[in-house]
């Protein structure tokens, strides 16, 4: 009995000795939401930038679309940054310039995101090389993660009936000139993942976060049918970003009618949350 216990205590003790010989990985988790605030400036309201707050409260990174490039644009990021930064958590945030698109289709882009999840690199830059032939040039930021980086191109096209794949098309060559940078597009697109003009990212080894997704809203829901189109997406590379969650959300779902939630925005929310590889 005695040579029993002896063997019995020589292998736990290996066995606790073993357990220390495992690397431990702890793995980052960061949540980025994508989100088309149709006319977002100074029209905003305070309850409407309250609504919008209280949605995009639990990510950790915010890519915003459509902000007006004129009086009041920069000036509501200001005031849905403040409404944030009273609900618990620190914000920090970033405008972009306006886009160099004819005053039509000129707009701004914005990040805001909690500094205690992310470090912000840098202060952001819009994608010049393509200036004239991308009517709103894409507004890139690098943030980092536990030591790890990663660079968001937020990005909203020209209409579909103008054809956005003419835009689109010159995104496939972002990952030579970024080459030392981990790209994650994301934005409103305003074509869905299925079109061709997709075909040379998911070539380079991207994937498209949704699948057969709706994001945009339509004026009046058919039969409870309230999305229309899938235009918002998020195209990222699976050996450098392993997905851990995605998703969207109805906010529309929160108002009596969709005539009042159309203030808010013509878009969902779209969001994922990762790890980086």
Known sequence: ???ILQNFKCKKVWYIFSLLLIPIYTFSQNSLCSWNLKDFGKSKSDVELSFIAKTINQFDIVAIQEVVAGDGGA???ARLYDILNRMGSK???VVSDPTSGDSYKKERYAFIW???KVK???RGWLEKKYNVEIDREPFLMTFESSTKRFTIVNFHAITKAKQPETEIKYFKFFSAE???LNLI??????LPQSHSVFNPLKSQGYKSLL???KTSLRQKCLSNDCLASEYDNIFYRPEKVRLIKSGVVHFYTKFENLTTALLISDHIPIFFIVSLN
């Open 1 to 3: 009995m005695a040579d």
């Open 75 to 77: 000036q509501a990021v």
């Open 91 to 93: 914000w920090d945030y």
């Open 114 to 116: 909690k500094p205690s």
């Open 120 to 122: 912000a690199i840098g």
């Open 178 to 180: 970024y080459s030392d």
């Open 185 to 190: 597009f994301c934005g409103d697109f305003n």
């Open 211 to 213: 699948v057969n997704q």
